[in-house]
């Protein structure tokens, strides 16, 4: 049997198993580093041609019969896919015998998100709805800043919103927070444009005391290098209320972290030597382990 037609039948038939193995043409053509429509044209039109090529016919007719199945169709490089049909046939049954794979339904991911959401709410709105003062201290300036910074319950969506920064911030960042467990509370923010540059996380420690004055945690994002840096983070709380005339009023803080702010205590917390972590960026790398030397030293 000729080559191309033994592969094409070869092609079909591990494409079925993986139908019945309930995989979809759009994962198959992402393993095979194809656009979906390729891959239908292949299933739908060529290969099905290829496959019903007689091989009793002489070794003219079968090159013009098999031309022929390849121009069927615009997309297709008939060279190209002819090189490619054994190795993709190889990642396919390498697919297929993947026995750690484990076939999840997609749609379940939206639902534990849903489930965390609504899980959240009620705990969240009932012990730390408020209106804070975001402390941390910068990145690239001996500062400490502090953002206006608002949790409240959205009773329509059943949703609990967050926002950094205020009508007098030069940025402004939204999210949602969510409940992790009885202990911590993880927060999910971007920046409030159409293309966000920028992703921020806060993870909190929950006190005991649910009318806490703040909360402390971690908050990461990019310095101004684009390199991940993780620093301390504590929410002072101003007000109970959700009260966005009085957040829009709060003005940003910008202050030298010798002089401080009115709460010295935050002061302390924030400068100590441990309050930021970051991931430096390595001059001249060269993708070797010791580049981590040069990161330290």
Known sequence: ????????????????????????????????????????????????ALAKISTSLSDAE????????????????????????????????????????????KSGYLDFIRKQ????????????????YFYYLSSDTDQLKGDPFIIIANVVDKVIEVYKGNTQSSVNYFGIALLNNNHTITIQLAE???????????????????KAEYLRGIFSNLNFARQPIARKVVLHKVSDLCDWELFNSLPVKR????????????DRYLCAANAKTECKAVSRPSFSLRDLDSEIS
């Open 1 to 48: 049997m000729n080559q191309t037609i033994s592969l094409a039948v070869d092609f079909i038939d591990i494409c079925r198993k993986l139908k019945q193995a309930e995989y979809k043409k759009k994962e198959i053509a992402s393993v095979l580093d194809i656009p979906p429509p390729v891959l239908s044209s292949l299933l739908k039109t060529v290969l099905p």
């Open 62 to 105: 079968l090159e013009e019969a098999i031309a022929a199945s390849f121009n069927m169709v615009n997309n297709l490089s008939r060279i190209k896919m002819e090189k490619r049909l054994s190795a993709d046939i190889f990642k396919l049954n390498k697919l297929l015998d993947n026995k750690d794979f484990k076939r999840v339904d």
């Open 117 to 132: 959401v609504e899980l959240s709410f009620d705990y969240i709105a009932n012990h730390f709805q408020g209106i804070y």
């Open 192 to 210: 409030r444009h159409d293309s966000p540059e920028e992703y921020l996380q806060i993870i909190v420690s929950l006190p005991f005391i649910r």
């Open 255 to 266: 202050i030298s972290s010798e002089n401080g702010t009115e709460v010295p205590e935050i």
